[in-house]
């Protein structure tokens, strides 16, 4: 089951959108019942259970018609009306049981999707979904309680007051089989237990911080941990502590995202007793200078297959400088795009480019960084960055000291040096000074023998003739 918020601001019909594309699916199949079997086996994966849109009902006809029941993986309930009158779920569901001519076996996942699900039906009593089971009739167990692709939808985090009827209802039970969930939104009273065979889990920490009723979660399976709204030290009361340690065994993947400075910063972990990371390959952190005060050296001589940081620059001088060393896909962003305060130093970037990586792809986005005078990141296949100024100059000189680029991907605010006071980083004027003409017209020597891919994204002032003086110098 899947419970979505969708930004109506950004967004305002995702779910109508999605029923209109079911639509055109079925209307093709309508139309060329012959060629049915050149669609995608995707395309039969989802079944529509819609009461306000007659799309749910003809989908189930179109599936049992063409004989695909059988490739149906996921239940999709869509509701959009934000009404708190009973719904009835268990009649619609028991009449589309009752269409069907033979069960779903393979369904793994349930999701929930539309505007209205969160105060659907507020003002009923609810009894278990138990026709949910009817209409599986279940060989394979429902396992996700969301889908895979982890992260909080939009407004997902905001402050929700009750608990939401269809999840409440829909956890309690499958509580005993799941396998993947999201507890992003307040979470039911009165749970005995949770999830043995758990092996991936996203959590608002801000709904259940103070839960002391809550059993601990077990993380024996776990190989993915999501953490939002962290506003202190992570309660690592939350989990199973066995033998005085908590040990996340399998846990391949971490992100954590702290929103809130606290009174004080400490050491990470931040307990009294030692936790254990042995297989953790992925380490995704947003904001941790608000409480740890470097949780990347706790990390230290540890190969990562991927390093995320989201942090804003003038926090960047507590990365550990061994940080990158080991890891082979870097990110780095601001977690707001917003910067924290009118003008940063060249410096605090500066840095991040001459700690020691092996990183065969780095991204550097959300904020438009300077180019670097000196880059230690030698290794580099891959480079994106979303960058302040770009002239010929800055590039000509990031790509003599990377041997081993293909790919340079750049979206700049300006290409021209004039600019500069209009960025977040106006003391770069001394990096232009220190970088120098490095395009020297009376020269043809190669600026990189291994680039095969450049894009460059200019929001401001474009150097045509610059642009065409460094391509002339690529190779060809």
Known sequence: MDIQQPDSQLDPSPVHRQAKEYSNIINFGDSYPHRVCELPEAVFRPLLLDCYCPCGKSHARFLTKHSKLHLVTELRVIIYNRCRLPMDMDKVIKDMASRLPSSLPNVRSILFLGEGIFMAGLQMTWTPLRNLRRLSQLQSPIRRLFPCNWGPAANITSEISRLCPLYECTLKEYMHQLEHVQMLIPFPLNVPKLFDNLTSLSINIRYVRLRRDLPAIPTQCLRILEVFQIEAVIPWHLFDITEGALDFGNLE???????????????????????????????????????????????????????????DPTNFERINEQAFESVKILKIGHPTRIPFVNMYSVDMVERLYQLPSNAEEAVLGLLDYPLPELIAWVNLRSLTLTASIADKHGLANLLGQLPLLHTLIVDCFSMSQKDVGSTNFPDQKITFDEIGEILDSSSNLPVSESLERLDLFVRGAFDMVGFCELVSRLPR
């Open 253 to 311: 993947s971490l992100h954590l995202e702290f929103i809130q400075a606290a009174a004080q910063t400490v050491n990470f972990p931040g307990c009294d007793y030692p936790i254990h990371f042995p297989k953790l390959s992925a380490l995704n952190i947003t904001g941790s200078a608000y409480v740890y005060t470097d949780i990347y050296a706790y990390f230290q001589g540890r190969t990562f297959e991927r390093l995320t940081i989201m942090d």
